[in-house]
């Protein structure tokens, strides 16, 4: 079976007892370099777009190529309230949740 990018790096810090979490806790620009300098060693890309590329990020909703589309809404404190506990009671993401219902208004019309 073929590792992931991601499982062979986990594997390779592992076997060099760089386990995450085992060094200090880096901040600012010392974490943004050695962020970096783990993408391009995870993905054995040389340039960071590229190494971004390479790992894939989300999977896409649908058919199509590229990111799919992001529609942002605001809500009221009790509607987010709401949406939060039945995530929360049912295991799903608010995503999840806000695309159902959204599918449901877009049926009934």
Same mark, same amino acid.
């Given at each position: 079976?073929?590792?992931?990018?991601?499982? $062979?790096?986990?594997?390779? =810090?592992?076997?060099?007892?760089?386990?995450?979490?085992?060094?200090?806790?880096?901040?600012?620009?010392?974490?943004?370099?050695?962020?970096?300098?783990?993408?391009?060693?995870?993905?054995?890309?040389?340039? $960071?777009?590229?190494? /971004?590329?390479?790992?894939?990020?989300?999977? $896409?909703?649908?058919?199509?190529?590229?990111?799919?589309?992001?529609?942002?809404? $605001?809500?009221?404190?009790? #509607?987010?309230?709401?949406?939060?506990? =039945?995530? #929360?009671?049912?295991?799903?993401?608010?995503?999840?949740?806000?695309?159902?219902?959204?599918?449901? /208004?877009?049926?009934?019309?």
């Amino acid at each position: 079976m073929t590792k992931t990018p991601g499982e $062979r790096y986990y594997q390779e =810090l592992v076997e060099r007892g760089e386990l995450p979490g085992s060094g200090p806790v880096l901040r600012g620009r010392s974490a943004t370099e050695a962020a970096r300098r783990d993408l391009m060693w995870v993905t054995g890309e040389s340039d $960071r777009g590229a190494a /971004v590329r390479a790992l894939g990020g989300r999977p $896409r909703l649908g058919p199509g190529k590229g990111r799919s589309p992001v529609v942002r809404a $605001r809500v009221s404190d009790a #509607e987010y309230a709401e949406l939060e506990s =039945l995530a #929360e009671r049912t295991g799903r993401t608010q995503s999840d949740l806000v695309r159902e219902g959204l599918r449901l /208004v877009l049926a009934s019309r």
